[in-house]
């Protein structure tokens, strides 16, 4: 669809661990596996790497992405956020080309395990809803927190939203209370025309959309976590990633 673009979001600066968009996992680097995801998802018309290393984007390249400009140091910084670059690049769009698409697919590198089907349905499920401001992916919380405690200055454990010490009816099944969602970095969808005419990214009207568990890279830890998983169960990613590295 011409009206939908993936997005990939890669700055060169990482403090956890060095040049984390590029670690190897499975002969690939991480930031590839997005732009698998993207370029194979059937709803999205094409992928844009944001980023501010003219290394990264050869690399982004070569996997299938576009690069059509180098982000800005100053949305570069540990304190940048999502709606910097995003809006960097729908601005830049908007200046330098003829059709600036409604719907942006967010998918961070840092979730690197995706499966294009899940892209797809997300971005029909926007799509439908005229009145939605935005989707954001999210996996169910394995343990409720509304369990959980606190300590307050005497030591004592209280109740996670209020000074209450009285503890007994937080033992009741899992079940009893409401389900909770973990927001991940699976997939995200914002539409343009509200990111460009509000201060707002997701807004108000954001709809939920229930993805499977994720594993998130922050750490050397879930790098060989990712390892594993390829190993174990595969990725839907991999001929696309093989056939690219090939060239």
């Known amino acids: 669809m011409k009206n939908t673009v993936a997005i990939i979001p890669a700055r060169s600066g990482s403090k956890s661990i060095k040049d984390k968009n ?4 499975s002969g690939h680097p991480l930031i590839a596996y997005s ?6 998802a059937e709803t999205v018309g094409r992928t844009i790497v944001s980023t501010d290393s003219k290394e990264y984007a050869e690399i982004a390249k070569r996997y299938g992405a576009e690069v059509p400009f180098l982000r800005p140091p100053e949305f570069s910084t540990d ?5 910097d670059f995003m809006l960097h690049a729908m601005q830049w769009v908007k200046e330098n080309e003829s059709n600036l698409p409604e719907f942006w697919v967010h998918l961070r590198p840092t979730t690197p395990l995706r499966d294009p089907k899940h892209i797809d349905e997300a971005v029909r499920v926007l799509e439908a809803d005229s009145k939605a401001t935005a989707l954001r992916s999210a996996h169910p919380c394995s343990e409720s927190p509304f369990k959980w405690f606190r300590k307050n200055d005497s030591g004592y454990l209280t109740a996670l939203t209020s000074e209450e010490t009285s503890l007994d009816r937080f033992n009741l099944p899992r079940q009893s209370y409401p389900d909770v969602y973990i927001p991940d970095g699976y997939v995200d969808v914002v539409r343009s ?5 509000t201060e707002l ?7 939920g959309y229930i993805s499977p568990v994720c594993t998130e890279v922050d750490s050397p830890e879930e790098l060989d976590l990712l390892e594993f998983q390829i190993k174990k169960y595969g990725s839907p990613l991999l001929d696309y990633l093989n056939k690219m590295e090939k060239k």
């Open 35 to 40: 732009i698998a995801a993207g370029v194979l």
């Open 193 to 197: 025309s509200f990111v460009l005419n």
């Open 22 to 25: 590029l670690a190897v996992v």
């Open 201 to 207: 990214f997701h807004g108000n009207k954001v709809i």
């Open 79 to 83: 304190t940048s956020t999502d709606r």
